[in-house]
């Protein structure tokens, strides 16, 4: 990675760049929070509240590895407050959806951090 290649727009900024963008790219209903991770200026944290009855949760880690590339980790999934196995086939489908979008809305976002 070159040094002007690396991500220098201000947590803030990009915290409250994806919480306009992100929902564009989610399913009608689910809802999104974005924080910023107080330990590391270049990740963000995202939750993911999944539409529908089963009240599902997604917690990701965004990190900027530059101003374009980021990487996604999934920390938790919760179902009505409970930590849920994240390995059946249907969770995963779920978590593939939404990292593919977490993608979308970070590529969307390239004039914001190419800044």
Request: charged share 30%.
């Amino acid at each position: 990675m070159s040094s002007n290649d690396e991500l220098t727009v201000p947590q803030q900024e990009l915290v409250h760049a994806w919480q306009d963008a992100l929902p564009e790219w989610l399913k009608p209903g689910d809802q999104a929070l974005v924080y910023g991770d107080i330990a590391h200026k270049d990740t963000l944290l995202v939750q993911i509240q999944s539409a529908g009855r089963q009240n599902l949760e997604f917690d990701f880690k965004v990190k900027y590895v530059d101003s374009r590339e980021i990487d996604i980790q999934l920390s938790d999934v919760e179902r009505d407050g409970q930590t849920v196995d994240e390995r059946t086939e249907e969770m995963q489908s779920l978590i593939a959806d939404y990292r593919r979008h977490l993608h979308e809305c970070a590529q969307a976002l390239h004039p914001v951090t190419r800044a």
